[in-house]
Every structure is written in structure tokens, then in C-alpha cells.
């Protein structure tokens, strides 16, 4: 057994016994495989995990004057090691806060693709938006479910993804980008 031929269900069960015991060999014998298979299952397990080179941090944000009112999306693209790879505004329009923070998280994924990415980490300062993503709170606003079906889709095409509230005193530059966009600049 090499390489793609291993059987999602004989890995999770391999890492099921190797949790419990914590010894190669006996979760080997457990699941019936030798040490050939073993080395087998660790390198697709490696094949999974994100290089840094894959690995993007976004800071985004959505703004909109008036609520609804003009509105715009900023972007901050950062490596792992903090440094800014890329920045993008957009002007959407007139439309929400909500929507315009959505706007963002679908253009930042969009883009994080465009960039052969395949780890995201993203920051907003939208409560809702974030809380709403990680599935602690229902999406009931029909202008945001069909937002909310496309930025799933987008995410379930990345290998890792994970995105966290920040306060907006630590998300200015997204902001004001946003900002920029709705003006012009």
C-alpha cells in the first residue's frame, strides 16, 4: 500500500489506535498493517499539511456609509511571517455593512486562490460575519445566504482555514482601504 492508495478509512483508524497508544507498532498491529504501510500513511499525512509557502494570513473589512450606503471591501495579504504580500480595495456599490463584509471575505478567498494558496487565516472585525462562518450563529438575513453559500464554497476548496475576530483597532489598514475604495482613491 504507497502513496494515494491508502484508504482514508485505514488512516483514520491507524490514528485512532496510534492516539490511544501512542506506539507505532502497536497501533500497526492493531489495524492489521505493517511497517511499510506505516511509513505509507505518515507521508500522505505529510502530503496534507500546508508549506508556508501555501500559508497566507488576510486581514479584511467591509464598509459601508449609511448602511446601506456606498460601500467597499479592503484586503491586507500577509505571509507567515507577517509581511504584506498584498493589498486590495474594491468599490461594491451601495449596499449593508453585513453584505460589504461578506464582499470582502468572498474577494480576499478569491483572491488567496488567484495566489495558489492553500492556507488561509482570516481576521475581521465583524462579529457577525466570523461568528456566523464558524457556525456559532444562524445566518437569517436573506441578502446574506447565497454570500454565505459562495464564501463555504470557497473555503471547502482550501486545506486549512480558519478565521478569527479581531477588535477594528487591529484591522486599520483593511479598513482603511475600505474607506478608499468608497471614496475613490
Known sequence: MTGPSVKTSLVREFLEELAKSLDLDVAARKVGIDRAEVRSIIESLIKCLPTEDDRVVVYIDGAARGN????????????????????????????????????????????????????????????????????QYAVRAQALKPLYARAMDYISGFSSFRITHISRENNTLADSLANEAIDGI
Open 68 to 135: 446601506p450606503g456606498p460601500a467597499g471591501v479592503g484586503i491586507v495579504v500577509k505571509d507567515s511571517a507577517g509581511r504584506i504580500l498584498k493589498k486590495a480595495k474594491k468599490r461594491i456599490g451601495s449596499t449593508t455593512n453585513n453584505v460589504a463584509e461578506y464582499t470582502a471575505l468572498i474577494e480576499a478567498l478569491k483572491l488567496a486562490r488567484s495566489m495558489g494558496k492553500n492556507s488561509v487565516e482570516v481576521f475581521s472585525d465583524s462579529e457577525l460575519l466570523v461568528r456566523q462562518i464558524n457556525g
